[in-house]
């Protein structure tokens, strides 16, 4: 239970990642030019989904998660759970609020979601940044440097490897997040980006 307890901490990290088949995979190298120009209509998705797995490892432990994340321009929506299903625990954010439902009758809550991920694994996760990263782009607001597969931002070394077609989208298929503390991976088997409506 603690383990299901971690993983769900873990995904809160991640709020800010199913109908459509990939037409398609992209290489890294045929992928970035310039994120600005390449993915800024990404940017304006209302809704996307995917399920796929994650995986966490620091220092001094690590485990491992299937997730569904299903966005909306209202909240985040992730599932996290062991095989067949087992452990499931959902978690809810809404406007910077974190809730957090077991399956045991209680939900609790936190309005500071990175010190709550801090104060559970004593590890820091970029939740904010992750909403951006699992699409692929970096976070608008800030800074970033290009590398050759995916990009540097908020002392966070972000790669891909390899895109898929999603209509007129490319998305991600496998993600690892690393800096010399933490190495996050996520691996995303099925996208989901309804009618990719914008604003």
Same mark, same amino acid.
């Given at each position: 239970?603690? %383990?299901?307890?971690?993983?769900?901490?873990?995904?809160?990290?991640? #709020?800010?990642?199913?109908?459509?088949? +990939?037409?398609?995979?992209?290489?890294? $190298?045929?992928?970035?030019?310039?994120?600005?120009?390449?993915?800024? &209509?990404?940017?304006?998705?209302?809704?996307?989904?995917? =399920?796929?797995?994650?995986?966490?490892?620091?220092?001094?432990?690590?485990?491992?998660?299937?997730?569904?994340?299903?966005?909306?321009?209202?909240?985040?929506?992730?599932?996290?759970?062991?095989?067949?299903?087992?452990?499931?625990? /959902?978690?809810?954010?809404?406007?910077?609020? /974190? #809730?957090?439902? =077991?399956? $045991?009758?209680?939900?609790? &809550?936190?309005? &500071? +979601?990175?010190?709550?991920?801090?104060?559970? %694994?004593?590890? #820091?996760?970029? /939740?904010?940044?992750?909403?951006?990263?699992?699409?692929?782009?970096?976070?608008? &607001?800030?800074? #970033?440097?290009?590398?050759?597969?995916? *990009?540097?931002?908020?002392?966070?070394?972000?790669?891909?490897?390899? *895109?898929?077609?999603?209509?007129?989208?490319?998305?991600? /298929?496998?993600?690892?997040?690393?800096? +010399?503390?933490?190495?996050?991976?996520?691996?995303? $088997?099925?996208? !989901?980006?309804? !009618?990719?409506?914008?604003?």
């Amino acid at each position: 239970m603690l %383990i299901i307890l971690r993983l769900v901490v873990v995904s809160c990290a991640i #709020f800010m990642l199913i109908a459509c088949s +990939p037409d398609r995979v992209k290489e890294n $190298d045929a992928y970035r030019k310039d994120f600005k120009d390449i993915k800024i &209509s990404a940017y304006r998705l209302k809704s996307w989904a995917f =399920r796929g797995r994650l995986a966490l490892k620091g220092k001094a432990d690590s485990w491992q998660a299937n997730i569904v994340w299903k966005h909306s321009d209202v909240e985040e929506k992730i599932k996290l759970s062991g095989p067949l299903g087992q452990g499931a625990t /959902v978690i809810r954010l809404v406007n910077h609020e /974190v #809730f957090i439902d =077991r399956g $045991d009758g209680k939900v609790i &809550s936190s309005d &500071s +979601p990175e010190e709550f991920i801090n104060q559970q %694994i004593g590890m #820091f996760v970029p /939740v904010e940044s992750l909403t951006y990263w699992v699409l692929g782009m970096p976070e608008p &607001s800030v800074s #970033f440097i290009d590398t050759k597969n995916g *990009f540097k931002q908020s002392e966070w070394l972000v790669e891909y490897e390899p *895109f898929h077609w999603v209509g007129s989208y490319e998305v991600p /298929v496998k993600i690892t997040v690393t800096n +010399p503390e933490i190495k996050l991976k996520l691996v995303i $088997d099925h996208w !989901d980006l309804g !009618d990719a409506r914008k604003e």
